[in-house]
């Protein structure tokens, strides 16, 4: 496996772990991931800062059991320096109903985080049903 492909992999990886970080002792370890300036812009074009997703991540644990989300279709976009564009669609189901989005992640690389990256920013947009 090519050196851009592994760490490919271990960008997705991540992603179908940034996705169930409401569970409990996930929260530390997405803090390790942030670098302390993380954003993001839901689906509904509202702008999250870390401190409000954090809070939101806390109170949302397990208020929706047996929900599945899973990612699809990843895909490098850009690789320039130390920065990383990718996009990925996360689809979830909730008490039978079925939603998807395409998002786009910014990363910048950072060693000593778990998966060798840095989470600056994710941009998500509701996909048609």
Known sequence: ???RDRRAARLFSGLA???VASQRGRIRTFCRYDGGSFAI????GELVERVSLLHNLRSAHASRPGMRIWI???QLRMRQGML???TYEEWQEVNS???ARVSSVLFADQHDTPNGVRWLHVHET???R
């Open 1 to 3: 496996m090519a050196g």
């Open 17 to 19: 772990w940034w996705v």
């Open 41 to 44: 812009i839901t689906p509904g």
């Open 72 to 74: 699809v279709n990843p």
């Open 84 to 86: 990383t564009l990718a």
């Open 97 to 99: 109903v079925t939603t």
């Open 126 to 128: 509701w996909m048609p």
